[in-house]
């Protein structure tokens, strides 16, 4: 049973262009979501992160957007640049729990 | 503070062979967590240790997986008998807990023929 689904598995860009990852997840009482990115033979990265008591959080070329009626959130990457080119997960955590739960990736690439 | 540290960095080990991975958190943390990360199953949660306790272990795979955390400062992770099907880069990550960001070592890549 998947907890966190995430989509698209890859994803190719051109320089300058957004990025757009989601994800859904089932479990309402998730209230910790955060993005990770991950460079090849490296570990993973916090990103960016959202709790649901707001709708979007912005750092900056980077935006999640929380839809907690539909139990979606995704991110934005805004003037995509190839040094993002990466794999991003997004992940959720239920309150009163570490046990952090993450999507099975989105691979980017940004073309020059 | 170097951030996690793993070790091995790469393994490469024969079916039925005991396998050790190392983990040293970042200091003052009180969460350590192991995951394996697979091309099929994605970054798993295996186990995690609050204050150098196991509190969650449900995602460890079977009886041939262990882990110890003897202290603050050091986890392992062991695999007797590995299996081929073991294969997979394993990550520790430690955080000061309470929903706060977990910092990822560059992980262990697992071979196991």
């Known amino acids: 049973q998947q907890q966190v689904k995430q989509s698209p598995q890859s994803l190719i860009v051109q320089k300058g262009g957004i990025s757009i990852i989601n994800c859904a997840y089932e479990n309402t009482a998730f209230d910790y979501f955060p993005w990770y990115q991950q460079f090849p033979g490296k570990g993973p990265a916090l990103l960016i992160a959202i709790r649901p008591d707001v709708s979007e959080k912005k750092e900056g070329r980077f935006t999640i957007s929380f839809n907690k009626s539909a139990k979606q959130f995704s991110l934005h990457i805004m003037d995509s640049q190839p040094g993002d080119s990466a794999t991003y997960f997004c992940?959720?955590?239920?309150?009163?729990?570490?046990?952090?739960?993450f999507g099975k990736g989105t691979k980017l690439t940004v073309n020059p | 503070d170097a951030g996690v540290i793993q070790s091995p960095r790469h393994e490469v080990t024969e079916m039925g062979q005991e396998v050790t991975l190392r983990c040293k958190p970042i200091?003052?943390?009180?969460?350590l967590f192991w995951y394996r990360q697979t091309m099929m199953r994605g970054l798993e949660l295996l186990i995690y240790f609050n204050n150098n306790v196991p509190i969650d272990d449900s995602g460890m795979p079977e009886d041939r997986f262990s882990a110890k955390m003897p202290n603050a400062s050091f986890s392992t992770l062991k695999i007797q008998p590995s299996e081929p099907r073991d294969s997979a880069v394993y990550f520790c990550?430690?955080?000061?807990?309470?929903?706060?960001?977990?910092?990822f070592g560059q992980g262990t890549r697992l071979t196991v023929v």
């Open positions: 200091s003052g943390h009180d969460y």
């Open positions: 992940a959720a955590l239920q309150g009163g729990s570490e046990k952090l739960v």
């Open positions: 990550a430690s955080s000061l807990g309470a929903n706060t960001e977990a910092f």
